[in-house]
């Protein structure tokens, strides 16, 4: 499992990649949770979870999902707020 974390406004994205096997082979999913934070960056909750994004989809490297799991925490916090638990 391979981890990636980034700040958006209020909220932190930790994304992960995580190894599962496919019928090709294998792959990794993308998983993600967002938290809010307070004004000291600090956690103050977690505002959203998908443990596997894009439906269980395996991409072929880690970066890509890893990629991919960053962009839709992005995506849900600049477009998407409804999804995020106050």
Do not use: K
Not at 6 to 18: V, W
Not at 63 to 82: F, K, M, S
């Amino acid at each position: 499992m391979q981890f990636q974390e980034s700040t958006e406004g209020d909220y932190r994205i930790f994304a992960g990649a995580i190894e599962a096997p496919t019928a090709r082979g294998g792959g990794y999913l993308a998983a993600l949770v967002v938290n809010r934070t307070d004004a000291r960056q600090r956690s103050a909750g977690e505002a959203f979870r998908d443990t596997a994004l894009a439906a269980g989809y395996a991409w072929e490297s880690a970066d890509e999902a890893l990629r991919y799991a960053i962009a839709r925490g992005q995506e849900i916090v600049r477009r998407r707020p409804t999804l995020l638990a106050c």
